[in-house]
């Protein structure tokens, strides 16, 4: 029998989805990838994939039960969201991409001594960060622009009573 695995859980427009690494690969569950592209039928998504992108996965939850689930691997994104077309697919991708999967493959990695990608909350939204020899390290186009402002402030004289 598969050992239960605690999957890391990522959130899109309140939307969780559950990931593990098997084999140095990302896996995601079939039914939380559905509900981010709007396909609430698994099967259909399931349905033509090839057998090395589909498999049944043991989950471990926080109350210690356990869930055998159908996940997809990172190909098996990649082809559902080429075959389920929709716009809002392209910051999807971009998200998984620059977020999701270094972040997953981050925390699964061994070794200590390297830079690991966080996520952090900050001003009601989530920032990539890397954890760095003890330090928090935040890209440039994630921190706050602050624009000069050009017009030069109206001086007031003050009114002369006579």
Known sequence: ?????????????TNPLRAVIL????W???????????????????????????????LRHTDDSEEDVLALSESGLYKTLFRFHHP???ALRLWLNRDVIPLLRDHYRAT????????????????GVLDWQGEIWVPLNALPTFTACTDK????WPRLLY
């Open 88 to 90: 809002e697919h392209r």
């Open 23 to 26: 084999d140095d690969q990302p």
């Open 28 to 58: 995601f569950v079939a039914t939380d990838f559905g509900r981010l592209i709007g396909e609430r039928r698994t099967e259909r998504l399931c349905r033509r994939m090839d057998p090395d992108q589909l498999r049944t996965v043991r």
């Open 153 to 156: 402030p109206k001086r007031r």
């Open 112 to 127: 200590g001594n390297q830079p690991r990608r966080l996520l952090m909350t900050w001003a009601n939204t989530r920032v």
């Open 1 to 13: 029998m598969q050992e239960a695995l605690t999957p890391l859980i990522f959130h899109r427009h």
